[in-house]
Each structure stands twice: as C-alpha cells, then as structure tokens.
C-alpha cells in the first residue's frame, strides 16, 4: 500500500493506483476529457492536471502514479485558470454550433465551456475544416468537432479489437481517419460513438431525433443473441429512435452493430406480430392466435412421429434464444420426441 495526502486528506492506495483514481476513492473530482476507466490511462487533454508538492509544474492525475508521501492538490486558482484556459483553446476552433449540434445537451466539452463560463473566446485564428467523407450506412463523422481525446481510437483498439481509425498527420492538421482517409469501412459496433465526447461521431440513425422531449428510458435486454447485453431503449410515444447500454451493465455498455444499430424493425408496420399458419397446401398464410399455431405445430408433430418414427423429425435451436431456451429446447427433442436430431443455427 502507499500513503499519500490528497487535498489535506491522509489515505492509503494499493501500489499502481493514479492520482485520479486515488482521487475518486476520496470522493473528490478531478475535470477529465480523454479519460475513461475501462481504457488505459493517455493523458492527451491536461484538463485533469494537479499539483505535487515538490514537482514544479502541475501534472496529468490520470497517468501519474501515487507515490509515498506524496502532497497533492486537485484545486487552486492556479489549477483552475490552466484547465479553463486549456478549455478555451479546445473552443477557439470549435465549430459551436450547440444550438443545432445532436450532441447538446449530452456534451462533455459544452458542459465544461458551461463550468468555466466560457462565453467569450480570448484565442482566435485558423479553423479546422475537414472534408466530411461520409457514406457509410451507420457513424456520422464530423471531425472539424473532434478534440483529439483518442477514445474512439483507443476503444476501437483496446476493446473492439477493429482498429479501423487513429490519429493521422500532426499539428493543427491532425485528426481521426480510417487508413487512407477513406470512409469508415469496419464493424460498426459504435462504441466510438458512445464513447465520444463531443459532438464529432454520432449515430446517423438519431442524428436528428435525439434530442426531443419526453423521451422515455427503458433498460431491456438485446433480442439479438444469447450474449443478452443491457440495453437503454430511448422511445418517443411507442418509437425507438435510440439504443444505448449503460457503463454498469454486464457489457460494461459495449454492444455490436446489432445491438446498437439493428432497432428499426422495431417500428416497421409491415413486422410480423403474429404467428402465421398455411392450413391447407397450396393455401395463403393466414395469421392465428398463438394457441392455434402451438396446437398447429403439436398435432403435426405428433402426426410424423407415429406415421414415421421420431428420427424424422429434427430440430433447429437458435444463437438468438437465451442459453436456459436451448437447454429447454434439446431436452424436449431429447426426451418428448425421442430423437437426437437436434442442432443450431451457430454451428453453420
Ligand atoms: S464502429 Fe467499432 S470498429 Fe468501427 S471505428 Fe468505431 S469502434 Fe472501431
Ligand atoms: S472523434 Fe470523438 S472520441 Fe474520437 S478523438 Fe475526436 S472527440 Fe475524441
Ligand atoms: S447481438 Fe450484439 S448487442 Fe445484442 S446481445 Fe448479442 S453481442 Fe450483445
Ligand atoms: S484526463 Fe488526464 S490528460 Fe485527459
């Protein structure tokens, strides 16, 4: 263990931890940009600077290790004035369209312009104008909003396991690309866009809708696949206009592209919402109550194990049913049919 002081405050840390993270222990709040605590620690944006005893110059909390006997402060007048002005120059070329920006409201830069009351920018000069390359089916990329805190870049390499996008050129040229500059060609989990901060990557499918009243939060479970990762429907009335997944979940709020992108079926009025019978051969599907598609399916059943035999009938379970469903689903083949005729989809 190491002892330090944090703000007057004597406390004991498990060798390795930061100065941020020994912080949060304590219950104190350091500002951050480019911090998240399931990637590792970067230290891009200085917001979370603080003051060592000793050290001449602040140093960034999220990638300073505690240290015995270390002194630290996490306020002054002093720390306060660098972190609003290093504010002020992430907006001295920001484009600061709030107003019409999906992200407002749901920003960590505007929330910390808000903090340091920034209404007046003391900086001004070049502004960043990137070409926008934009045509893939799901990520809207606005990079002129981008403050470089390589969250995107760093999820998509240390949890995604895709890295589709880094950093690219240097200086005031510097910004996130996809190689070559291209549009983004990958596998569209979108946890760059839950990550981001900013307003620079959104989801196409709620760019325009996310930011309505009485929108309604609903923690649900993903109907896709048997991993059942958390979800957070946002419905307007009965639509879904957005899907998230909180940081606390299971999933620790990653999803793939299903789970995050793959919700418009919800709204189509053409989705089956009943199950549908052929009653006669040659006949239209006709739609029924579940209790007759159920009787349907047993009398039919019943009907080929007593004109055939159990071995002519098989079964295929499905990656989109819980892991307890499949189990359920082989023991009926197993038991009730009697036959070992049984498979899943996964396995082709
Ligand atoms: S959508 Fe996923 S794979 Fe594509 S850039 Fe973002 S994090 Fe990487
Ligand atoms: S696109 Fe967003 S997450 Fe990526 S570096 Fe820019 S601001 Fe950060
Ligand atoms: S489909 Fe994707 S988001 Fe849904 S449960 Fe499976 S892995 Fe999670
Ligand atoms: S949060 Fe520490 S440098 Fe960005």
């Not at 007046?120 to 909003?145: A, L, T």
């Not at 390589?150 to 895709?162: A, H, P, S």
């Not at 070559?180 to 325009?208: H, M, N, Y």
């Not at 159990?310 to 009730?336: H, M, V, W």
Request: charged share 25%.
């Amino acid at each position: 263990m190491i002892s330090l002081t944090i703000n007057s405050i004597e406390t004991e840390v498990h060798d390795g931890t930061t100065l941020l993270e020994a912080a949060h222990e304590l219950e104190i709040e350091i500002p951050t940009l480019c911090h998240d605590d399931r990637l590792k620690p970067f230290g891009a944006c200085r917001l979370c600077i603080v003051e060592v005893e000793g050290v001449p110059r602040p140093v960034t909390a999220c990638t300073t290790p505690a240290a015995e006997g270390m002194v630290v402060n996490t306020e002054s007048d002093h720390l306060y004035r660098l972190r609003r002005t290093i504010v002020e120059l992430l907006l001295s070329d920001h484009p600061n369209d709030c107003m019409v920006c999906a992200r407002a409201g749901d920003c960590t830069l505007q929330e910390l312009a808000y903090f340091y009351k920034l209404r007046e920018n003391r900086f001004h000069g070049e502004m960043r104008d990137h070409d926008r390359i934009d045509e893939n089916p799901f990520i809207k990329r606005e990079m002129n909003k981008c403050v470089l805190c390589g969250l995107c870049v760093r999820v998509c390499d240390e949890i995604q396991g895709g890295g589709a996008i880094d950093f690219a050129y240097r200086g005031f040229d510097a910004k996130i690309a996809p190689a070559f500059e291209k549009d983004l060609d990958c596998e569209f989990c979108g946890q760059c866009v839950a990550i981001c901060p900013t307003g620079a990557l959104t989801g196409k499918a709620w760019a325009g809708l996310s930011r309505q009243k009485n929108v309604k939060y609903t923690d649900t479970t993903c109907p896709y696949c048997g991993c059942g990762c958390s979800l957070t429907l946002h419905t307007i009335g009965d639509q879904v206009i957005r899907v998230s997944s909180k940081k606390d979940s299971h999933n620790h709020g990653w999803l793939c592209v299903k789970g995050r992108f793959g919700y418009e079926f919800i709204n189509r009025s053409d989705r089956l919402k009943t199950p549908y019978v052929r009653k006669r051969k040659d006949g239209d599907l006709e739609p029924v109550s579940w209790d007759e598609a159920l009787d349907f399916v047993v009398s039919g059943l019943k009907r080929i194990k007593e004109e055939h035999g159990p071995d002519a009938i098989g079964g295929l379970s499905s990656a989109r049913c819980t892991n307890e469903e499949n189990y359920i689903f082989q023991k009926f083949f197993r038991t009730l049919i009697g036959t070992n005729n049984i498979d899943h989809c996964a396995r082709y």
